[in-house]
Every structure is written in structure tokens, then in C-alpha cells.
């Protein structure tokens, strides 16, 4: 998972006691998202998701596999797992959206992990998880066959709707809820990351026509059965990284300031 889990919300490594909690959690990243009321957060995602098994981060510590992820080309302990986020969204007070794995994964997996009540699990206590999201982008190897090509995947290997034959590229009626949209700022020109916020919008109303024009193909003019937007995932990228001996080391800069 990176450095964004291990070191950035997880860190029972930490010699000061007093910064983490005692599963291992950092205290002031708790502190500064509590007081937000975010209502839900989505675990894992990314590429990621495509080799991530749930209940390998249900049981005890010391047994659970370490695995090689092939998207990033490194080892995932899996120290944290399920448990540690659906205690995490306890603590912070939000509810667990689960990312579930469609590229590698199975349908009784996908199912269990819809409702998380193994045995195995150590912190939790059996819960029904919902919202649930089917993979991510499928950009991987995996995944990468095109938008037809997905659909028949998804539908055949994972969802498997009772008394369809023929399943058409666009199911029908709608067996999807939401269709969650990705957007990303990483541009060196500032005027492009300035109005990427415009972007993000028009991004928005762009995948709201194609929903409408999906409708309309398929014949389906009940307004109720409209999947919505689910804009789950966003972040600013900085396409080029700071040199520390040129001043990138803006924290250090920081604290020397108020020194």
C-alpha cells in the first residue's frame, strides 16, 4: 500500500507511544479527519485492488502471507488489512466503502467480502459493507481489453445476473448503481492546474451524457433505474519531484522558520 498506509496512517513502529494509538494508528491524522465528517472512504483501490484479496488482512498478523504486487513491482505485508481499516473508519468516523478485486478475484470472494463476518476476523465485528465498488481502472494487464470487452467480464465472472443468455456489452436493466469517475491534476503549466477544477466538473458532465446516452441505447427511459456518479478517487500530482538540496525539504524549511 505505500507510504500513504504504512508510515501515513499506520505506524505501530512508532517509539513515541503517545502519537499512535494501541492498534497503531497516527493519532493526528485521526484528529484532523474526525473533525471533517467525511461520510465514507474507499480501501483499497488503485491498481492495487487487481491481486488484493480481503481475507488476507483478516487474520492474525504473524500469519498472514506477504504477497508480490505485480502493479507496483513490490512486496504488501498486508500488516494492514481488513481489519485495520474497518477499525481506522470507526475511529475516524466514517463508513468503509470497499474496493473489491475483479481482475484476480472471485465471486464467493467478492460476496464474503460484501459481508464481512469470517471467523478469522480479529477486530471487527460481522458488518455489512455498502457501498461496494467493482475494481478499478482496469489499465493492467488483466483489465485490459477495452470497455466491451470488461463488461462481458464483469458480468460473467462476478456478477452472474440469473436468466440472462445473451448478456449485451450494456446490461440491461442497469445492474450497477453508480459509475465512479477518476480525475487527476498533474500538469507543469499553472493556468492547467488552476482551472482543473473546471475540468473536474466538465469531467461530470461529460460522464453524465454518456449515462444518459447509455439509457437511451438500451432502451430504458424509467428515470429511477439512472445509475449515478460516483467521483471516488482525485488528487494533484506534481509531475516533477523537488530536488532536496535545491530546497525541497519544505518541512524542514518549515520548522526552522518557527524556531
Known sequence: MG????????????????????????????????????????????????????????????????????SWECVETNHFGTDEFMAWCKLVGC??????????GTLDEALD???????????????CVDPLAIQNRPLILWGKVGPTDWDHHVLRRCLRPTGTDDIAPSPRPPLVDLHSIHYYTADKGHYENATAPLAAERFIEVTSGLIDLSLYENGIVDARKRPGIAFDEWNVWDPMRAIGSLGGEENTLWAMHWQ
Open 3 to 70: 507510504r500513504c498506509i504504512y508510515g501515513g496512517l499506520y505506524n505501530p513502529q512508532n517509539p513515541n507511544e503517545g502519537l499512535v494509538t494501541p492498534e497503531g494508528f497516527r493519532k493526528d491524522v485521526i484528529g484532523t479527519l474526525r473533525p471533517l465528517n467525511i461520510p465514507l472512504v474507499r480501501y483499497p483501490g488503485g491498481s492495487f485492488v487487481a491481486t488484493y484479496h480481503w481475507e488476507d488482512g483478516v487474520s492474525p498478523k504473524d500469519v498472514r502471507p506477504a504477497k508480490f504486487d505485480p
Open 95 to 104: 463508513e468503509p466503502y470497499l474496493c473489491l478485486n475483479f481482475g484476480t
Open 113 to 127: 467480502g460484501s459481508n464481512i463476518a469470517t471467523p478469522a476476523t480479529t477486530l471487527i465485528t460481522p458488518t
